[in-house]
């Protein structure tokens, strides 16, 4: 429930935005009819047309908002802080930054203190806080939407017997799949902390990605699974052991049952970003007989006990808790048999990111259990940019 404070602020800076929008009421008294030979009211100026995001040839970018009575209004998200936006004659603000990187973001203006998204943009990529606006700059030779063959990208649900309630996961199959009759391999796609299961496909650009990739042959078609991580908000010991159950109880089957999937180890894999990387681990580990890839991006095992997956903001693990969830999993990380099923254990995190050491001394951890762990450290921190393209370097080798 927003706080009667919030909701005021907000209607103040929607009606700033709309003030000279509003349609007449029908049903309002009617005005007295002016005296014969009164002038006529001068006509109100339309509105003016405006684009809002605007990608310029080089890669800058254009925000723009209509609030002819507003007096401070900011863009934030596309870079550190909020950037000022500077009112025109017309009554449209306007703030230019840049050049970007190719890739998506994710950005919302704030008006008068209060948060909103883009009224002239319709992407928008969902958090646990609400929904942003969403910005792709073009110029990524993977990223990039290309005249190839394309996936199909579903927002399924299903019936958790677990949480006792409807959930929501997105679904791509790859070009062809409804015609073909064939089962497919499945690779399982988890997100961060603070994301959804949109995220992936809005912000990850996961679905183009792989519509790239395997029209260059460099990926094999695959059904990639994209669930909701977050079981409650904010997550607790319990709703992170939960999403572990959840998904071997609840998630697995029901994409077997429903996608022409294919069902042996070999034919599956798992992978997530931050927070998703910590689940990974605590679903792959235990199940070593299931998953024959596994992803763990930005992340590591975390301090915070009760199972908890990392969410890649500490920059070591806690040490009482390593040696629990070691002794934990302890059987699965000795069983030499299951370790030989295992093709692919790829660790991927920036230079800059703050959990660079949980990530190494977890690869370090399964390396004394026998496992042979690849260790890819690029630059930069926890961001998105270098979580797409690990998605472009780990997809490829799966399968």
Not at 151 to 164: H, K, P, T
Request: net charge positive.
């Amino acid at each position: 429930m927003l706080h009667v404070g919030s909701m005021l602020k907000r209607n103040v800076a929607v009606a700033l935005l709309t003030a000279t929008c509003v349609a007449p009421n029908a049903d309002a008294q009617q005005a007295p009819t002016p005296p014969p030979g009164t002038p006529a009211p001068a006509a109100t100026p339309p509105a003016p047309v405006v684009v809002s995001p605007e990608v310029l040839p080089d890669a800058r970018v254009v925000f723009r908002l209509y609030g002819p009575q507003a007096t401070e209004v900011a863009v934030q998200g596309v870079i550190r802080g909020r950037t000022p936006m500077v009112k025109g004659e017309n009554g449209v603000w306007e703030a230019t930054v840049g050049p970007l990187t190719p890739g998506a973001y994710q950005y919302s203006f704030v008006v008068q203190g209060v948060q909103i998204t883009d009224p002239r943009n319709q992407a928008m990529n969902e958090t646990t806080t609400g929904y942003n606006s969403l910005l792709v700059v073009p110029g990524s030779e993977m990223m990039d939407t290309k005249n190839v063959p394309h996936g199909a990208l579903a927002q399924v649900f299903y019936d958790s017997s677990v949480l006792g309630r409807p959930r929501r996961m997105h679904v791509y199959t790859p070009p062809g799949y409804g015609a073909s009759g064939d089962r497919y391999p499945v690779f399982y796609l988890l997100h961060g902390s603070g994301d959804s299961d949109q995220s992936w496909s809005a912000l990850g650009r996961a679905g183009i990605i792989l519509d790239n990739l395997i029209a260059a042959r460099k990926a094999k078609p695959m059904v990639m699974v994209m669930p909701a991580g977050h079981t409650a908000v904010p997550a607790t010991p319990a709703s992170r052991e939960a999403f572990s159950k959840e998904f071997m109880t609840d998630i697995l089957p029901f994409v077997e049952k429903n996608y022409r999937v294919r069902t042996d180890r070999a034919s599956r894999a798992i992978a997530g970003l931050s927070m998703g990387g910590g689940q990974t681990l605590n679903i792959a580990i235990p199940n070593l007989d299931r998953f024959a890839y596994i992803g763990v991006y930005s992340a590591g095992i975390s301090g915070g006990g009760g199972g908890r997956g990392a969410a890649g903001s500490s920059a070591a693990p806690a040490a009482p808790y390593g040696e629990a969830w070691e002794k934990q999993h302890l059987a699965a990380l000795d069983n030499a048999s299951l370790k030989k099923g295992v093709k692919l254990l790829w660790f991927g995190i920036g230079k800059e990111d703050a959990a660079l050491a949980n990530s190494q001394a977890t690869a370090d951890l399964l390396k004394k259990h026998g496992f042979n762990p690849v260790f890819h450290e690029s630059e930069g921190g926890h961001t998105w940019p270098n979580w797409r393209d690990y998605l472009v370097i780990f997809a490829p080798q799966l399968f």
